[in-house]
């Protein structure tokens, strides 16, 4: 790689300086400072007379006045750790007033006067400051139990007003100042214009470098369009300026290319993607004109930037984000690990292979300590080594990233991170009725009539948007789907964004058992499970030529493009391995009870893939839905189960039926045909309780892998134990047929899913062809459950003729239904038949039985649909 226009002084040529080393470099040290003021605050007296800040009315104040004048701010505030709420103004009150309260020793909260009232009376400051009243003290007492490391609390979407903050310690600050201003080679001689606010983590990450390396920093460019904001910016000869893309497309609008700033040697470009033809513009009219581009990326959740494209990387490779910033590195999750859930370290490089879209890791000292919702959160200390991005992100060859999409509701018009539902929310709490939508080049509101206008005002005022970038529409009732969500798909409709199509839409809703599907819902958001998750394939299946592995956390929207743009043509159909094997396996149980084929283990196989899809589906989600989404799952299989064991029971006239309903394994005299249901029950009653409980949620969802290794390590020792107990005579008949000698294949499959690096797939590859096999008396069945297993963890999909590929989707789909009746409600009036025509009439009964539900579904369905094919106004839980 080459060298990149990084390092110079203002007037004189840039300097070549080496980029790949510094990028690849671990993080520089810094001077220490105080245990509780950043280094940056802490060393403002070293710059000596070198001007800090430039004035509007262009004055310099040197750092030795600025640290003079931060002190005195300090001293007002007095001792202690007290929690002081900043109005992040870009001016020198604001900076003093900021600097001020971390020399204190006081845990900061910026935030603007028009979002503090809710902030406020959450977590109670003790003072506060703004432009307009100065510093007040508050009276409050302040936060108990402040954690010794936190040092900054910033909100995480922009300025709608989200109590959820991002909690940063002295550590994240710091290693953030000192990796940006490594990164990009500044020095005491550069002079960034500082015109983000600092409100928004980019902006403030630019005062943070700068300060770093004690250079200065012009205040009060209002905007790159004007002819006298230009004058100052020659006038002081600034070498950085900082922008979002919208600072770009003004930079456009304005005629910088015609103009001549002969300092400027380093444009850095953040808060959103910009299109690659603008980067490679400014990329080789840098080239020209002696200054360069860099190209970052970044989240408050990282403190500020995460990543760095050096300047002469940046006309090659516009559409990348680059490389880790020193001391930071990336890692792609794979998307079947669930969204949101922590990880403890990265994933390994071969967890997604270059090419194909993982969601975006990052680890690095700048990782905040976590989130705060209530002032009890202060106390907390780091909960996070790993940040899920939400991004969706692809990796090339040599290891620059490029950002291809969002897993959640955010949009980031200007560079300002805007939480959609909290913009509804905020607006819900104003008195304004509206859904909200939007993307990287505005926000879409609808709001009821008459409200147009003031809606429009108060988005614009609390987010700063342009009215031209807020649309708003209005209705006379807002439009919602039949389950009571806002129906924000004929906000896009309106906009012009897409058509909407009724066909995927229902085709889903039917399987899921929802009335309607929006297009922004996704099939885990919408509590999809095992149950339900391969009927869907089907369903896409049959509409485009490839399922991508991702798609359980695609949108719908998402899916009906990718369909429309590949739509199916190939005879061939890659279908996941876990349908597959959930086909076989039951097309085993039902040969092998029909004594046509002696091969056992399909109901241990069907035990791990339900623990493997339990942890891709039923633990994804937020603590809400977790919890709700246990109890439809036990419901949807122990309802069944319990219902069938039951007819039997009564039909073949056995005693204490009620007893043997769900317990029979425990009190039946000989193995009851129903063990497999019965076992897979009392571990879905397990899960529920465990999750149930609030400690084990939040474990589980920072430490997901671990929770599956103690799961795994106690399920195993749990059938062990049994082993010895009952292993040996006089051992109740049926014994391997219990709940607590089964139980570890669940827990095996779940595992399974958590295991993304290629080494744990190896350790838990050696475990199975070592130990599953002994499990069982026949060889050939420990066999089959062993090949099986290692078919799920290094098989993504096989490839099958179409009409094969539906007719295993079938089976697959309707194996409880099938594994519930095949055996009592048929067996004892086909004596005497051949063995493969019971197999079929079997499976045969199964796919009956499971059609008939699902049609009876379907038509309850329909009479909640109006009759212009609308959803009807009901809710479906």
Request: proline share 7%.
């Amino acid at each position: 790689m080459g060298a990149g226009t990084i390092a110079g002084e203002p007037g004189r040529p840039p300097e070549r300086i080496p980029v790949l080393d510094r990028l690849t470099a671990p993080a520089p040290d810094i001077p220490a400072g105080d245990d509780r003021v950043p280094s940056f605050v802490a060393r403002l007296a070293a710059g000596g007379d070198r001007p800090a800040l430039i004035t509007p009315d262009d004055r310099e104040i040197s750092y030795r006045e600025l640290d003079r004048r931060v002190a005195a701010f300090a001293s007002r505030l007095g001792g202690g750790r007290r929690l002081v709420a900043v109005d992040p103004v870009a001016s020198e009150d604001g900076i003093v007033a900021y600097l001020g309260a971390l020399r204190a020793g006081c845990v900061v909260l910026l935030s603007p006067p028009a979002a503090r009232s809710g902030l406020a009376e959450r977590y109670r400051p003790a003072a506060e400051w703004d432009a307009v009243t100065g510093l007040r003290d508050l009276g409050a007492v302040g936060v108990p139990d402040v954690h010794p490391d936190l040092c900054l609390l910033l909100p995480t979407s922009g300025t709608t007003g989200s109590p959820r903050l991002v909690r940063l310690s002295y550590g994240n600050v710091e290693s953030n100042a000192a990796a940006i201003s490594g990164a990009l080679g500044l020095t005491a001689d550069d002079r960034a214009a500082l015109v983000l606010p600092l409100s928004y983590c980019y902006g403030l990450s630019v005062l943070h470098s700068h300060l770093e390396v004690h250079g200065s920093l012009v205040l009060g460019i209002g905007s790159v369009t004007e002819d006298a904001d230009w004058d100052r910016i020659t006038r002081h000869e600034v070498t950085n300026l900082a922008g979002v893309p919208y600072t770009f497309d003004l930079l456009d609008r304005s005629g910088f290319a015609a103009r001549t700033v002969p300092s400027l040697r380093l444009l850095t470009q953040a808060g959103g993607r910009m299109p690659a033809e603008q980067v490679t513009r400014f990329a080789r009219l840098g080239r020209e004109r002696g200054f360069g581009l860099a190209v970052m990326y970044g989240q408050t959740e990282a403190t500020a930037r995460m990543a760095v494209l050096p300047p002469d990387e940046a006309a090659a490779h516009p559409g990348t984000i680059g490389y880790a910033v020193p001391g930071g590195r990336f890692g792609l999750a794979p998307l079947s690990s669930g969204e949101g859930a922590a990880l403890m370290s990265l994933p390994a490089p071969e967890a997604v292979p270059p090419g194909e879209v993982g969601e975006l890791c990052y680890s690095g000292p700048n990782v905040m300590m976590g989130y705060a919702t209530s002032p009890e959160d202060l106390a907390r200390g780091a909960e996070t080594a790993v940040l899920r991005t939400g991004d969706l992100a692809r990796r090339d060859p040599d290891g620059r990233l490029t950002i291809v999409g969002r897993r959640a509701r955010f949009a980031k018009p200007f560079g300002i991170r805007i939480d959609l539902d909290g913009l509804e929310a905020t607006l819900a709490a104003t008195g304004f009725s509206a859904w909200c939508d939007g993307d990287d080049n505005g926000i879409r509101l609808m709001t009821e009539a008459g409200n147009g206008e003031a809606v429009r005002a108060f988005v614009t005022g609390r987010i700063g948007l342009p009215a031209s970038r807020v649309s708003v529409a209005e209705v006379t009732d807002l439009p919602r789907l039949a389950n009571g969500k806002p129906d924000r798909t004929s906000l896009r409709v309106r906009s012009g964004d897409e058509t909407v199509e009724g066909d995927l839409s229902e085709a889903l809703a039917t399987v899921l058992g929802r009335v309607s599907v929006a297009d922004e819902d996704t099939f885990v958001g919408l509590g999809g499970d095992s149950l339900s998750y391969v009927e869907a394939c089907g369903v896409l299946e049959r509409r485009m030529r490839r399922v991508p592995r991702d798609w359980p956390q695609r949108t719908v929207g998402e899916l009906r493009r990718l369909a429309a743009a590949d739509p199916p043509r190939r005879r061939r159909v890659a279908v996941e391995t876990s349908v597959v094997l959930r086909a076989m396996a039951i097309f085993f149980i039902v040969a092998n009870h029909a004594d046509w084929i002696r091969l056992q283990g399909g109901a241990h196989l069907l035990l791990v893939i339900a623990g493997y899809n339990y942890a891709r589906f039923t633990l994804a989600g937020e603590d809400g839905s977790r919890v709700r989404r246990h109890r439809v799952l036990l419901a949807r299989i122990g309802i069944p189960v319990a219902a069938a064991a039951l007819l039997v029971a009564t039909r073949l006239r056995l005693p204490d039926d009620g007893v043997r309903v769900l317990l029979s394994q425990y009190v039946q005299p000989r193995p009851w045909r129903f063990w497999f249901g019965e076992a897979l029950v009392h571990i879905l009653v397990v899960c529920t309780l465990l999750v149930g409980w609030r400690r084990f949620r939040k474990f589980e969802q920072l430490r997901p892998l671990t929770t599956a290794l103690c799961v795994f390590g106690v399920a195993l020792s749990v059938a062990a134990v049994s082993a010895l107990l009952w292993g040996r005579p006089p051992a109740p008949l049926g014994f391997e047929y219990r709940t607590e000698y089964v139980a570890w294949f669940f827990a095996l499959g779940w595992l399974l899913a958590r295991s993304g690096g290629v080494g744990l797939r190896l350790a838990l590859s050696t475990f199975v062809v070592l130990v599953v096999p002994r499990f069982f008396d026949q060889p050939s069945r420990g066999v089959f459950v062993a090949l099986g297993v290692l078919a799920l963890t290094w098989t993504a999909a096989v490839p099958l003729p179409r009409a094969a590929a539906r007719a295993v989707t079938t089976v697959a789909a309707a194996s409880l239904a099938i594994y519930l009746v095949h055996y009592e409600d048929l067996y004892p009036y086909a004596r005497g038949w051949s063995p493969w025509i019971v197999t079929l009439a079997g499976i045969g009964l199964g796919l009956g039985v499971h059609a008939a539900v699902r049609g009876a579904w379907r038509g309850a369905l329909r009479l909640r649909r109006t009759p212009e094919g609308e959803p009807a106004a009901l809710t479906v839980a």
